[in-house]
């Protein structure tokens, strides 16, 4: 089988040699999808990581351009998603990384990982609790992204209410146990946490756009 090509003038082709390559039987094994899935996600990812770099990577423009309409601007949201699936922490996407990370938004996937993927989102500081700063600055960020605005008190009533539903225990920080208790009396906030196309994606390949923006849990529907 050939390696990667950087020619302009050819199909991108990736291998075995592929920077992060991995067995596709492997790969199944340890996620929610199957071996013809995994297949069908390489061909993708071959799109991805050749669509405006071509080294056979997914930088974090390419990603933001794939899964969000846009490789340009700063964007809390999409840069917070592609840091969870840069599982490498290296600034680059992976074959590997790309699978296992999609593996969490199959509808069979446990609904622990959905959980546990949500609450690193909040957790913008990698602290293992969602503090009130975090929840603020995501909400201004989902304000931002729909040309929203609301009054500073607004902002503050919706964080309010996130915290008494979720801190318990009341110290103004809410840890994974309290966030696993919170979605499950709020289980809109994993709604988006589920594409129900990757069931399907050896049979009907999807233009892969996501907007799972978090609006479902701070108050902004």
Not at 58 to 78: C, T, V, Y
Not at 98 to 104: A, D, E, K, P
Not at 156 to 178: C, H, L, R, V, Y
Request: charged share 30%.
């Amino acid at each position: 089988m050939g390696c990667v090509s950087s020619s302009s003038t050819s199909s991108p082709r990736l291998c075995k040699r592929t920077p992060g390559y991995e067995d596709p039987a492997v790969l199944a094994a340890e996620t929610s999808f199957t071996v013809n899935e995994v297949e069908a996600l390489f061909e993708l990812y071959k799109k991805l990581s050749f669509s405006i770099y071509r080294d056979g990577l997914i930088h974090k423009e390419q990603f933001r351009l794939a899964l969000f309409g846009d490789s340009k601007g700063a964007d809390l949201f999409a840069d917070r998603v592609f840091d969870l699936f840069d599982l490498k922490r290296n600034g680059v996407i992976e074959f590997g990384e790309f699978v296992r990370s999609l593996s969490v938004f199959h509808p069979k996937a446990p609904v622990s990982d959905k959980t546990a993927f949500a609450f690193k989102l909040y957790d913008l500081r990698g602290t293992g609790y969602i503090e009130r700063e975090e929840i603020r600055e995501m909400v201004m960020a989902i304000l931002d992204e729909a040309n929203l605005r609301l009054s500073d008190f607004a902002v503050e009533e919706i964080i309010d209410n996130t915290f008494n539903q979720a801190d318990s225990n009341g110290d103004g920080m809410i840890d994974p146990k309290e966030w696993e208790e919170f979605v499950k009396k709020n289980p809109a906030c994993l709604r988006n946490m589920s594409l129900p196309y990757l069931e399907d994606i050896t049979t009907a390949f999807p233009s892969f756009v996501m907007y799972s923006r978090a609006e479902d849990c701070s108050g902004l529907k």
